[in-house]
């Protein structure tokens, strides 16, 4: 099949032989003319298949030419970064047209993007927060608008973006053409489609939640967090085919843990880190130095990294495991991209275990796992570290079966009182420390000095 096949017109047509597409992908060949057709569609697809110009192509087909002054079409994305690679596609798709278009996203003012819009668009791409403040400004009119598209709506509502998404729906007409992406057909996105679609056509590229097939996964089995510092450090130096590696953490305090630990272990130069508390700038830097290839490692929490669009992404390191199952799929997309492959490592504590299980059932495989490589230097888990493991463990198990009672917390009690009974027997002139349950604690050989929060380099 080719891009001419779709009677997309010819400025169209041309963007697209200068972006090098030479055959569209599979989403793109499954939902271009249904969309071209005027149908509600309901696409299926991961990052980097293409989904992208899967909407924006007949999207620009059915805009076609600037006119008036409101926009007619708006496209909602989770993020900034989302938005801004959206934008990037915009402008390359429609370089040989004369439409308008404006890109409205939190972290920055708005007031260039209200003039923007203000001076007359076709096309607002925009993530749902800013997209209100302006409407709620007076400075949006939607009267006009004839299609909507939400891109990511997995992750728009993980994000917690329902509510203001039916506020929009609200204000728009209601006669209108919607596209909804996802990456997955979870539940939660079955109940959007039935909410916000009509009659919608079912495009899917890959089955959901199929890693590619271009990434070869790994699990190592690492016992706390400073091993796994050192794992990766270990990585770094002695695998030199990670050539441009994406580390993902769960939280902005981590990725900056990370980033600091390589920094002092690896050439500073070669590190970068993006998460939410950085700078808008800043994080702007990091990901085009990353795209760049100046940067052979950029730490990220899953947030700051969606729509990341950066190819030839060589290794992908799990540096814990995520709690939104999704986003293993979205993290391990990042490598393998276009038929390149690539290489997905996890690492996972004893804590995480459950999570991991939760994943294999969502990408309905086993992570092949592997030992730790000789001369990974293992470290004794730290008390509060294995207390905060044992925690998590129980909380694990009382999700599964809410009559389970714990056997942290009854180990816990136990310990409590028999410190008390000590307590009361030494007499009330007994200041000493009370015994807070170190004796207790699943890992005797580590004591209670370390805090188990930083990992520092030794
Ligand atoms: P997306 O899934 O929209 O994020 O796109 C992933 C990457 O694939 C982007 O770098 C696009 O520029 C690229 N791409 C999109 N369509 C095609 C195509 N038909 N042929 C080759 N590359 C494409």
């Known amino acids: 099949m080719t891009f001419e096949e779709f009677k997309l017109n010819p400025q169209l047509l041309n963007a697209v032989r200068d972006l090098g597409y030479e ?9 271009i003319p249904q969309v071209m057709a ?5 696409g299926i697809a991961q990052t980097g298949t293409g989904k992208t110009a899967a909407y924006l192509l007949p999207l620009l087909m059915k805009v076609r030419y600037a006119q008036g002054t409101h926009p007619r079409a708006l496209v909602l994305a989770p993020t900034r970064e989302l938005a801004m ?5 915009l402008r390359q798709l429609a370089k040989y047209t004369d439409l308008r278009y404006a890109v409205a996203y939190g972290g920055v003012g708005p007031k260039t993007q209200i003039e923007t819009i203000v001076a007359g668009i076709d096309i607002l791409v925009a993530t749902p927060g800013r997209m209100m403040d302006i409407y709620l400004k007076g400075d949006l009119v939607l009267k006009e608008l004839k299609t909507l598209v939400l891109d990511e ?6 994000m917690g973006f329902m509510p203001q998404i039916r506020r929009i729906l609200e204000v728009i007409p209601v006669k209108r053409q919607n596209l909804l992406f996802s990456a997955t057909f979870a539940e939660k996105v079955e109940k959007l489609s039935e909410e916000f679609l009509e009659f919608p056509v079912r495009v899917e590229a890959t089955p959901p939640a199929t890693p590619a097939v271009t990434v070869r996964q790994v699990l190592y089995e690492v016992p706390n967090l400073k091993t796994k510092a050192h794992l ?4 770094m130096q002695h695998d030199k085919s990670i050539n441009r590696a994406i580390v993902f953490t769960r939280t902005r305090q981590t990725a900056e843990n990370t980033y600091r630990f390589l920094a002092r272990k690896l050439p500073e130069e070669q590190i970068r880190v993006i998460h939410a508390n950085k700078g808008q700038n800043t994080r702007i830097n990091s990901m085009e130095a990353f795209k760049e290839g100046n940067v052979r490692v950029l730490v990220a929490t899953d947030v700051a990294a969606r729509g990341i669009d950066v190819t030839q992404v060589s290794h992908v390191i799990n540096f814990d495991v995520p709690l939104v199952y999704e986003d293993y ?15 997905a490592i996890t690492f996972m504590t004893r804590a995480e275990q459950y999570h991991v299980e939760k994943i294999q059932k969502i990408i309905r495989m086993t992570i092949p796992r592997e030992p730790l490589p000789e001369g990974v230097e293992i470290f004794p888990t730290p008390f509060e570290e ?14 599964e079966d809410p009559a389970f009672q714990g056997a942290f917390h009854e180990k816990k009690a136990k310990a409590q009182k028999a410190a008390d009974a000590k307590a009361k027997k030494a007499g009330p002139k007994n200041t000493g ?3 807070t349950g170190k004796s207790t604690g699943p890992n005797k050989s580590s004591g209670p000095k370390k805090t188990g929060k930083k990992f520092k380099a030794s």
Do not use: C
């Open 232 to 235: 990766l450090e270990w990585l």
């Open 433 to 435: 420390p009370k015994n």
């Open 85 to 89: 690679q959206i934008e990037e596609s």
């Open 386 to 399: 294995e207390q905060a493991m044992a925690r998590e463990i129980d909380e694990q198990r009382r999700r």
């Open 38 to 42: 005027g149908h509600d569609v309901l």
């Open 23 to 31: 055959t569209p992908t599979e989403i793109q060949q499954k939902s």
């Open 153 to 158: 709506a997995d992750k728009m509502m993980d």
């Open 329 to 343: 799929v979205h993290r391990i997309g990042r490598t393998g991209r276009a038929n390149q492959t690539g290489e």
